[in-house]
């Protein structure tokens, strides 16, 4: 019996079938339908991973990688099949290297973000780091996911802050991505002044893109590495807020042009008060007080002549603020910048700020350009509009990536999910606005739950190729099955 093996390898204790435990990751916050896993089994390093992986060969047993703690809220850890067996790699917390001189660190999957932010923070390092990240969440799972990161400076592929990765494929095939392919062990790549930092690799593939993104689908990744930035000497936050997205959008494009701002993203005045409110009652306050519409940057200063760079910074600033006819404040409403800054530069605090108002938050994103936010933002609302969800509560996040180039655009649906008539709109409104955005231009590059097959149904191409890439991967198909194409 598959119980015996994974308990003789594994040990007993790492092995659990109780029913409350395996009821527990048959569902999420997202609308898929929910199957209970047969086991959730514990491992601990990269032998018990590979030994797992040749069990589950052997027996046509489904593996599906869990790297972050509880809530999950996207339907990619949901078993997308009966008999399936839950890898849970939260255990694995080894942060394996830090190197400021390179502006890396190496980490297993189970380090969170509040773990990795400690560690690397000793060495004079910082990460760039997703927006409020809950604290359960996995560092590496957020590498995978290729989560926009709120420092579009540093962001110069669609890939970063990733580097390499430690992959074992669906055949049981050990596998090192981008500089970690090269020759020797890494603890040799690291004598010769090597630094698992470049992600492109082996050779003229880049087999990371075909890593992240994959939900679990190709293989488990055991460690991965990550750039990271100097901590800056000086921080000079600010807000800028108008009820004309235009205006907002011009200063985000010359903010990031000029290199002017670390971190630098657009928020609406729901999206502000859910980060910022701890009850409904603060919530409504803190949205009332708002401009519609919010940019915050930050601009910062290194080791070097921190109050001449501020200072020259700042004049530039002034310089595009004026040019656009807005005016960077310290003060918006209620809420001080350097406050701000302080809640976008840790995890959010618990609860989670999506679902600390109303209990739960389904997010419709993707990735499009400047000139077609107002198109796709009206779409969105008159799409609400027609179901009877109310707009007003739809927050709304805008964070430049790729050095600016494009832009990732997020729609936070809030609702309760203990009303039945509301989570069917919210539900109903999944479906139909993604169908909808999808129309006018919105490419969405990382498809989740029910709306996967909708999506990537229209690039018949990219699946062949996919599932001809999954075959040599992942032959028997154990990985993470009925996700994606799979």
Excluded at 333 to 348: D, R
Excluded at 361 to 374: G, P, V
Aim: aromatic content about 8%; charged content about 20%.
């Amino acid at each position: 019996m598959i119980v015996e093996k994974l308990s003789q390898l594994l040990g007993k204790e790492n092995v659990e079938f109780k029913p409350d435990i395996l009821e527990s990751f048959s569902r999420d916050l997202s609308f898929v339908s929910p199957i209970r896993p047969a086991y959730v089994v514990k491992v601990k390093n990269l032998e018990e991973v590979q030994n797992l992986v040749k069990i589950a060969n052997e027996t046509q047993t489904p593996l599906i990688p869990v790297s972050s703690g509880a809530p999950h809220f996207r339907g990619d850890t949901v078993p997308g099949t009966g008999g399936a067996v839950i890898v849970d790699l939260s255990g694995m917390k080894r942060v394996i290297h830090i190197s400021r001189k390179h502006r890396m660190a190496m980490f297993e999957p189970g380090v969170t973000f509040g773990e990795l932010i400690s560690a690397v923070a000793k060495e004079g390092l910082r990460l760039n780091i997703p927006l409020a990240p809950r604290r359960s969440k996995s560092v590496l799972g957020s590498l995978l996911e290729r989560e926009p990161v709120v420092m579009p400076i540093y962001h110069w592929d669609i890939s970063d802050p990733s580097g390499c990765f430690e992959i074992t494929f669906g055949n049981g095939e050990l596998f090192r991505t981008g500089a970690a392919a090269g020759s020797g062990t890494i603890e040799e790549q690291w004598a010769a002044g090597g630094s698992q930092k470049e992600a492109a690799g082996p050779s003229s593939a880049s087999w990371y893109r075909l890593i992240q993104g994959a939900q679990g689908t190709m293989g488990i990744v055991t460690w991965g590495t990550a750039r990271c930035e100097i901590l800056p000497k000086l921080e000079e936050p600010y807000f800028i807020g108008s009820s004309n997205l235009e205006n907002i959008t011009n200063a985000l494009h010359w903010l990031v042009r000029l290199r002017l701002a670390n971190e630098c993203l657009v928020l609406n005045n729901v999206d502000v008060a859910a980060l910022l409110a701890n009850n409904g009652t603060e919530f409504q306050k803190i949205k009332t007080s708002l401009t519609p519409w919010i940019l915050f940057f930050n601009i910062a200063a290194y080791d070097y002549y921190p109050e001449e760079r501020i200072k020259g910074q700042m004049e530039d600033m002034n310089g595009v603020a004026k040019k656009i006819g807005v005016q960077a404040v310290k003060t918006l409403g209620k809420i001080h910048a350097n406050e701000f800054l302080k809640i976008i530069q840790q995890p959010s605090s618990e609860p989670y700020w999506k679902i600390r108002i109303q209990g739960a938050c389904q997010d419709i994103f993707f990735l499009t350009i400047y000139e077609k936010l107002d198109e796709l933002i009206k779409t969105m609302h008159e799409e609400a509009d027609k179901i009877g969800f109310t707009t007003t509560n739809i927050g709304i996040y805008l964070q430049p990536i790729v050095q600016g180039v494009n832009c990732h655009c997020e729609f936070n649906l809030f609702y309760n999910p203990l009303n039945a008539a509301e989570t069917d709109k919210v539900k109903q409104l999944n479906s139909i606005a993604t169908r909808s955005l999808m129309e006018k231009g919105a490419f969405f590059s990382r498809p989740y739950g029910e709306n996967t097959s909708l999506i990537m149904n229209r690039d018949a191409a990219t699946v062949a190729a996919l599932k001809k890439v999954k075959q040599i991967t992942d032959p028997k198909h154990i990985m993470n099955p009925g996700k994606l194409c799979f």
